[in-house]
């Protein structure tokens, strides 16, 4: 310990022995380093923060999805900064001002692309900023012109979804009715050739088609009516039933008085008139009543036959089934004598069917073709109704370009500090360094050692009072020059917090 404070000793003499090397040198250094970081130019920031939201009411058969608004949104955050974009920030701004040539505007595109930067800090939150430093102009210049740049890049962020999804939907819509106008055309030309090929060779069978296809529409159709030819058929033979358990006529009477024989033969034959089988009870109960009356004789002496009407009713019931049947059997023998010859017609030209199978394959394609064009014209014209009409995508302005008030670079106090430091410091080691290469020995113990022979002893600097006057004015001096360098940097301080508290 007592060895290093020896030689803590030492150095500290040897420089206190060149205090003003040391005090030059400390002011060299920080006049140099001061006047360099007052040619550094302040650096100004501007932010925003933008919200878009993308949420929708309207179903998603209006086009107007979330995920393709996010989508079209991410796109227009990478091209944001594209060299078209940052163009229209130059010339809308004071950039642009003086810029005449393509290769100036071109510069300042290309230096304003390193300033902005836009953030995404979550899928729909963007922080937009922009650094614009006082180079060739003042500070105030410079922090109105990176709030300008980032409202302007907040524009054309809004005009680019906006503007953008509307020009890109009238884009749509032109292509959409020239492809439409182009199709139906063609379906015009292809209807025209179809109906005149059908007219000429397929007129046989109803509906549209091919060979194979209307034969088929054919055996559905002669399935179709067989199915209600059994069911006519069979209600005739119901018909044919129930007249053949119906007696023509009924017994009556002379004496005006109602026979109750005839009568219940009548409501028995107006059950079996309505489709009533055998076996239901209103039927068996009146049966039964009528073997009651035959047994007891009742109306035997005075009964006479009358037109029975339920027959009669019965018997037209009968001509309308079997007229049924009859234009059944004539529609089924029809369709199949057509399907027949065009059997036989196919069989005769296989080329003919084969035409017209080709005709009818392109028409339907077309005609697909047709009515998707034209859906998707109508999806399309109603999404951009939506988007002009609808608040589909909103943008919320959270926090408004800031007007920067201090540079964010360089922090200039802190410089400031350093170089006074660094003065300080170079100063020291200076005057240390000088220390160490002089040929002088500050103690007797460093003389000894150097050269190697004993040393006596030493003498002791007697001074006069004059002298120490002297060192003492002197010593003033030197905390005056330490003191005005400080005072140096305060006063740099001051005037640096006057100028931040000066911009407009």
Not at 191 to 206: A, I, S, W
Not at 325 to 335: E, F, G, H, N, P
Request: proline share 4%.
């Amino acid at each position: 310990m007592n060895g290093l404070y020896e030689e803590f000793r030492i150095a500290v003499h040897s420089v206190w022995q060149r205090r003003w090397i040391a005090m030059a040198i400390a002011w060299v250094i920080c006049l140099v380093g001061w006047l360099a970081v007052a040619m550094i130019p302040n650096t100004y920031e501007s932010q925003a923060k933008l919200f878009v939201q993308t949420k929708s009411i309207l179903p998603e058969n209006t086009g107007v999805n979330p995920a393709e608004q996010q989508k079209q949104i991410d796109t227009v955050q990478q091209t944001l900064t594209s060299a078209a974009n940052l163009e229209k920030v130059v010339r809308g701004t004071d950039l642009g001002k003086g810029l005449v040539t393509p290769r100036e505007i071109e510069g300042a595109v290309n230096g304003l692309r390193s300033a902005i930067k836009i953030k995404s800090e979550q899928s729909n939150l963007f922080e937009i900023s922009a650094t614009m430093t006082a180079s060739g102009r003042s500070d105030g210049e410079a922090a109105n012109l990176s709030r300008a740049v980032v409202q302007k890049l907040i524009d054309l962020f809004v005009e680019e979804n906006l503007a953008g999804g509307r020009g890109e939907t009238s884009d749509t819509l032109r292509f959409l009715n020239e492809q439409i106008a182009k199709r139906q055309k063609e379906l015009e030309i292809a209807e025209q050739k179809r109906v005149k090929f059908e007219t000429e060779n397929l007129g046989m069978l109803p509906g549209m088609g091919s060979v194979s296809q209307r034969l088929e529409q054919g055996r559905v159709e002669i399935n179709q009516i067989d199915s209600q030819l059994i069911a006519a058929q069979s209600a005739l033979a119901a018909i044919n039933g129930q007249i053949a358990g119906t007696p023509q006529t009924i017994a009556g009477g002379t004496t005006g008085a109602v026979n109750p024989l005839a009568q219940a033969q009548g409501e028995l034959a107006g059950m079996k008139a309505r489709g009533l089988t055998d076996q239901h009870p209103d039927v068996q109960a009146i049966k039964n009543q009528i073997a009651a009356l035959k047994a007891a004789g009742a109306g035997a002496s005075t009964a006479y036959g009358v037109p029975n009407p339920a027959y009669s009713s019965l018997v037209s019931m009968k001509a309308e089934r079997q007229a049924a049947v009859s234009a059944l059997q004539q529609r089924k023998a029809s369709l199949q004598g057509e399907m027949n010859a065009m059997v036989a017609k196919q069989i005769q030209e296989p080329g003919v069917a084969a035409e017209q199978a080709r005709i009818a394959r392109d028409y339907e394609v077309l005609k697909a073709q047709y009515d998707k064009l034209l859906a998707d014209r109508e999806q399309v014209r109603l999404r951009g109704q939506v988007e002009t009409q609808t608040d589909a995508v909103r943008f919320d302005l959270i926090t408004p370009p800031s007007s920067p008030r201090t540079p964010i670079a360089p922090k200039r106090p802190l410089l400031l500090a350093a170089v006074l430091f660094a003065g300080i410091a170079g100063g020291i080691g200076g005057a240390f360094a000088l220390g160490q290469l002089s040929a002088s020995y500050p103690t007797s113990a460093k003389l000894e050692a150097a050269s190697g022979l004993p040393v006596i002893g030493s003498i002791s600097q007697m001074l006069t009072q004059a002298q120490r006057d002297e060192r003492k004015r002197k010593l003033r001096i030197y905390i005056g020059s330490g003191g005005a360098l400080v005072g140096v940097f305060l006063v740099l301080l001051i005037i640096e917090f006057i100028q931040r508290g000066s911009v407009v």
